[in-house]
């Protein structure tokens, strides 16, 4: 995971997100991470104002992470279609795989902050590279006509079906991902 910052605030980022890891990032302690960074817990409130902060900065590393894992920089993929497939295939594997990672990813309080004030003008990665998938598959699909509405409707189908799949309430099942993503971009363009 690429940090930016002094050592210490990489070592607190990186316990962070093993912490959230193996907790969920709603039962993580502040004392635990610095401790596990080799720290006090003075040192981390002096990087982090407090765990909001912390936990969106985490958000950020999360972010960097997973898109470089989940969707190379050049998208690599020509068909947005297949993209969009390889994402959704490859977050509800994580989901499985480490739940709580994900439910931290989705519900977290990175892309609540991200919203409301840009934090400090950054986009999470995973987000801009999504976006470009979406906004690529504009001029392939003829239902993606508004890339705004199809990001909100992938984005919203993966969180919806891997909290479905992580309790248990329906099976994975990859068809039921490449349908959906059919029925969001309709026919291809030629």
Not at 141 to 161: E, H, M
């Amino acid at each position: 995971m690429a940090h930016s910052g002094s050592d210490s605030e990489r070592r607190l980022l990186t316990e962070t997100v093993k912490a959230i890891e193996r907790h969920g990032y709603t039962n993580i302690s502040l004392r635990d991470i610095a401790s596990s960074a080799g720290l006090t817990t003075g040192s981390l409130y002096r990087h982090f104002p407090d765990k909001e902060d912390l936990l969106v900065r985490a958000g950020y590393v999360v972010s960097e992470d997973l898109a470089r894992r989940v969707i190379p920089e050049d998208g690599g993929c020509t068909d947005a279609f297949d993209a969009l497939l390889h994402v959704g295939v490859e977050l509800l594997s994580l989901a499985r795989t480490n739940p709580n990672l994900v439910d931290f990813f989705f519900y977290g309080p990175l892309y609540a902050n991200a919203a409301k004030s840009g934090y400090g003008g950054t986009p999470p990665v995973f987000l801009s590279r999504l976006r470009a998938i979406v906004e690529q598959s504009s001029s392939q699909y003829v239902n993606a006509r508004d890339p705004d509405l199809l990001l909100i409707q992938v984005w919203s189908f993966i969180q919806g079906y891997s909290l479905l799949v992580r309790h248990g309430t329906v099976a994975y099942d990859e068809q039921s991902l490449r349908i959906t993503l059919q029925d969001f971009l309709g026919a291809r363009r030629h």
